[in-house]
């Protein structure tokens, strides 16, 4: 089983700001089969980016994915409000389980 | 527009036995991988497993294997999680959610609302 370990735990942020997640993977993501999801307060989870770097359909290009092999980074390059969330990486290219990570919380400062 | 609408809240008992379900529409339900994610109060998002309602082939988290039931009723695109001896620690939000092809190697793109499940002991 792929764990995955993101920080930081929460990042402390203002509207406007850069922000900077990270996700590290206990080993190499095949394929760089990895998602960000958003989830907010009493909703559902929503996906940012497929495939490390792919933003899904209706995605700002404020958020932005790199990263491959064991190491991946979602960008907000400026914070708006409606921004301020938990993050989840989550990789899809192992066998089953296709782990989550523990989640980033980005709130404000 | 894909839709995936999940039966409401439960309360139950240790040991009782339950079914929630997720409602598909807006696209060809057979085609298309569907799974089940846990999220106890506070905490992050547990993958459970998927189900290819096609040919019902099913892949479990071996966190969750004998301790859930995941099916489908392809004549009414519905999806269903089952236990059947619930325990406390059961108790979570509980989402659907549809991998946008046949091919299960590919993120959740479209998510149910949840069914919050609480087990009383």
């Known amino acids: 089983e792929i764990v995955l370990t993101q920080s930081p735990g929460t990042l402390s942020l203002s509207p406007g700001e850069r922000a900077t997640l990270s996700c590290r993977a206990s080993?190499?993501?095949?394929?760089?089969?990895l998602a960000w999801y958003q989830q907010k307060p009493g909703q559902a989870p929503r996906l940012l980016i497929f495939?490390?770097?792919n933003r899904a359909t209706g995605i700002p290009d404020r958020f932005s994915g790199t990263g491959s092999g064991t190491d991946f980074t979602l960008t907000i390059s400026r914070l708006e409000p409606e921004d301020f969330a938990v993050y989840y990486c989550q990789q899809y290219g192992s066998s089953p389980p296709r782990t989550f990570g523990q989640g980033t919380k980005v709130d404000i400062k | 527009e894909v839709q995936l609408a999940q039966s409401g809240a439960e309360v139950k008992k240790s040991g009782e036995s339950l079914k929630i379900s997720c409602k598909s529409s807006?696209?060809?339900?057979?085609?298309?991988?569907i799974g089940w994610v846990r999220q106890m109060p506070g905490k992050g998002l547990e993958w459970m497993g998927i189900i290819y309602p096609g040919d019902s082939d099913t892949r479990y988290s071996p966190s969750f294997q004998g301790q859930i039931t995941i099916s489908v009723d392809k004549s009414i695109s519905t999806a269903y999680l089952q236990w059947s001896n619930l325990k406390a620690s059961d108790t979570a939000m509980y989402y659907c959610a549809r991998h946008p092809s046949g091919y299960d190697r590919s993120p959740f793109d479209y998510w149910g609302q949840g069914t919050l499940v609480t087990v009383s002991s």
């Open positions: 495939g490390a770097s």
């Open positions: 807006g696209y060809s339900f057979s085609n298309y991988w």
């Open positions: 080993q190499s993501v095949s394929s760089n089969y």
